[in-house]
T-cell receptor, first 115, second 113 residues
Framework: AQSVAQPEDQVNVAEGNPLTVKCTYS??????LFWYVQYPNRGLQFLLK??????LVKGSYGFEAEFNKSQTSFHLKKPSALVSDSALYFC?????????????FGTGTRLQVTL | NAGVTQTPKFRVLKTGQSMTLLCAQD?????MYWYRQDPGMGLRLIHY???????AKGEVPDGYNVSRLKKQNFLLGLESAAPSQTSVYFC????????????FGAGTRLSVL
């Protein structure tokens, strides 16, 4: 069975500072890894994904994530946080086997960026 | 470009009532999914479909049924609603051509009293 852990319920960052939202995963075989963001009363929006290749993945809105196979981690990062980045962030994993991409989500991390 | 549209946006039911949630996508995606989101639990997959006329159970299928009679629509039914089904329900769709990135609707907030 595949699983995702997001160890922090909330991350607080001052605007302009770098941010990191942590994610670790467990899956059989090579993982497909995703980050999604959810703004209040909205659906989830895709930020970035890792399937294969370069361990540093760049995504939307200046976000990037680093895949670390030995630590089974896929942490989300941004060099300089904005107040508008405040939202709920979900890490997700799927296995490349099968025809549908059945995602398993973490419990989410709330990012609060303050002035 | 509407993407994934869910109706209704809000609904209040009494225990034992039935209802159907509708999901429509205009992206010609072959895969569709229904999730529920509960505080502190992330999103959990209820049912999914890999194509017209086919459905499969996800992680939490009990108390729900689904149908996919047309490629663009995926219906989620509650035959006899229970308070434990109070949640926010999200529909998503994806295609292998776009790396199976899932695109989500805005959600349906359901309260069962």
């Amino acid at each position: 069975a595949q699983s995702v852990a997001q160890p922090e319920d909330q991350v607080n960052v001052a605007e302009g500072n770098p941010l990191t939202v942590k994610c670790t995963y467990s899956v059989s075989g090579n993982p497909y890894l995703f980050w999604y963001v959810q703004y209040p009363n909205r659906g989830l929006q895709f930020l970035l994904k890792y399937i294969t290749g370069d361990n540093l993945v760049k995504g939307s809105y200046g976000f990037e994530a680093e895949f670390n196979k030995s630590q089974t981690s896929f942490h989300l990062k941004k060099p300089s946080a904005l107040v508008s980045d405040s939202a709920l962030y979900f890490c997700a994993v799927s296995s490349p086997t099968g025809t549908a991409s059945k995602l398993t989500f973490g419990t989410g991390t709330r990012l609060q960026v303050t002035l | 470009n509407a993407g994934v549209t869910q109706t209704p946006k809000f609904r209040v039911l009494k225990t034992g009532q039935s209802m159907t949630l509708l999901c429509a996508q205009d992206m010609n995606h072959e895969y569709m999914y229904w999730y529920r989101q509960d505080p502190g639990m992330g999103l959990r997959l209820i049912h999914y479909s890999v194509g017209e006329g086919t459905t499969a159970k996800g992680e939490v299928p009990d108390g729900y049924n689904v149908s996919r009679l047309k490629k663009q629509n995926f219906l989620l039914g509650l035959e006899s609603a229970a308070p434990s089904q109070t949640s926010v329900y999200f529909c998503a769709s994806s295609t292998r051509d776009r790396g199976n990135i899932q695109y989500f609707g805005a959600g349906t907030r359901l309260s069962v009293l």
